[in-house]
C-alpha cells in the first residue's frame, strides 16, 4: 500500500517499550509486534517507535538533544515489514539485562530518564518540531514507559492526537518527585491533577490525565480498573474520564501461534485432526521427565509467577490436583519464593510434577501444544494473551473469571471460570474440566469450538484504526 500520497489515510505512531520479536517480556510486546501489521493491513499507516536495545542496522535520519542526551533516531523496519523508529542511545539502552530491569530483577535506576526520553522522542515526532517529514495524526502510547508522551504534548504546537492504552495498571512508573527537574517538566506539573501520586511522579497518571483518550485491553477490565478493587489508586482518575476510556480486546499472532503450521512443536494437527496432538503430550512428558502415560490428564502453565498470575493458588491446590490424579508441567519466572516453591514440589513428585524456569518461548508453544489443560488463575487480567493461544492449541483453559478472561474464554463451551481466586475454586473447576474429558465426544467438542474461534487482530485492529480516525478528525476539526 502507497500510504504516502494518500491524504486520507490515518498515520500513527505507535510508541512502546517492548515489542515481538526484537524485545519481548510480556503480553505488551506480543501486541506491539502483531497489531501495527494489523493496521496496515487495513489502511493505517501504522509505525513504530522503540528504543534501540541492541545494536540494530538502521539508516540515521537526525541526532536529536533530547532531555540532555544524544540521541541517533534510525528507521529500519521489522520483520513484519512495518517500518520502525529507532532511538540509538547506549548510554541509556544498550545494557545487559532487559527492558526495564537488570539480569538480577532490579529496576535500572535511571528508568524515569530512559522512558522520559522515550516519552519526549514522541511527542517531538508528533508535533510541528519533529526533523522528520512524516507527521502523525495519533500518537500511541503504551503502558508507564511511553506515558508521560501525552504530558510533553501538551506543549507541542500543532500536536497530534494521542492515545494512551493501560495494558497493565498495575505498573505505573513511580518515582521521586526530584526527577520532574530531569525530565524538562515545569514544577507546576507535579500537582495532584497531573503526575502528583500520594507523594511521587507517576507517569502512568500523566498519561491517564493528558491523553486525548483512553483504552485497556478489554472490556470488562475497562469497567474494572474504574472499580477500588482493581483501580490501583488510579481509579478515581479513570472514573472521571470514563467517557473517553473504552476496552479493546487484544487479538494474537494466528500466524505465529498456529498448532497446524507451528514449527515449534513436535506435531501439527488442526481442528479437523485433533489426535496428533498427543503426539505433543508426550514430546512434552519427555522433555521435561515426566511419566509417559497418555491417560492422566496433564495440566500446563506459562508466565510470570507472580501474585498476579496466581501461582500460590496452584502451589496451593497442588496435593489435590497431583491426586485427581493429574501431571503438572509449568514454566516460567518470577519472584523468588514461588520458584523455590515450585522446584520443592516438582522434587516432591518426579514424573509428575515438572518446573522450567526462565523464558523459554519454544516450551512455552510445546506446553500449549501438549498439554490437556491450561491453567490460568490470575487474580487479576488485563487481557492475558495465554488463554486465547490454549484455545487455539486445542488445550481448554481454566481460568479466574476476571478481566480479559471473562471476554475471551466462554464457560462450559470453550473453557472453565471460577469465580473466586481461591485453591479451592480452581481445584473444582479442574474437577469439572477432568470430567468432561471423560465424554470425548463432548471434549472434541470444546477443543474444536476454542480452535475455531477467531483471536486474529483483524476485528482490534478495525476497532483501533475506527478510533485513531477518530482521534484524528477531532484534532483537525
Ligand atoms: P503478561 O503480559 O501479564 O505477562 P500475557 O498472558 O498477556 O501476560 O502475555 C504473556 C506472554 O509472554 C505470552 O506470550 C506468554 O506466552 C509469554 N510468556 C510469559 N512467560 C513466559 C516464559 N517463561 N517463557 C516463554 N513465554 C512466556
Redesign the pocket.
Known sequence: MDFEKDLTVTRVLFVAPEC?PLT???????VAGALPPALREIGVDARVLLPAYGALPGRELATLDLLGKKVRLLESNLPSGVPLYLLDCPDLYRRNGGPYQTAQGEDWPDNALRFGVLSRAAALLGGAASPLDWRPDVVHCNDWPTALAPVYLEREPDAAASLMTV??LAFQGLFEPSVLRALGLPQSDYSVEKLEFYGRLSFLKGGLVCADALTT?SPTYAGEIQSEALGCGLDGVLRERHADLSGIA?GIDTTVWDPAGDALIARNYDAAAIDAKRINKRALQERLGLAADEEVPLLGM???LTH??GIDLVLAAADALVALPAQLAV???GDRDHEHALAALAARYPGTVAV?N????E??HLI?AGADVFL?P?RF???????M?SQRYGTPPVAHATGGLIDTISDGETGFLFDRPESGALLGAVRRALALRRDPGRWRAMQRAGMTRDFSWAEPARRYADLYLRLATRQTA
Do not use: I, W
Not at 24 to 30: H, N, S
Not at 358 to 361: A, K, L, P, Q, V
Open positions: 515481538a519481548k517480556t510480556g503480553g505488551l510486546g506480543d495494558h497493565n485491553v487484544n506459562v508466565g510470570r498476579q498470575k514454566l516460567g519466572k522450567a526462565g523464558f523459554n518461548e516450551l512455552a500449549e490460568m490470575s487480567e488485563p487481557c492475558g494473551l495465554n488463554q493461544y
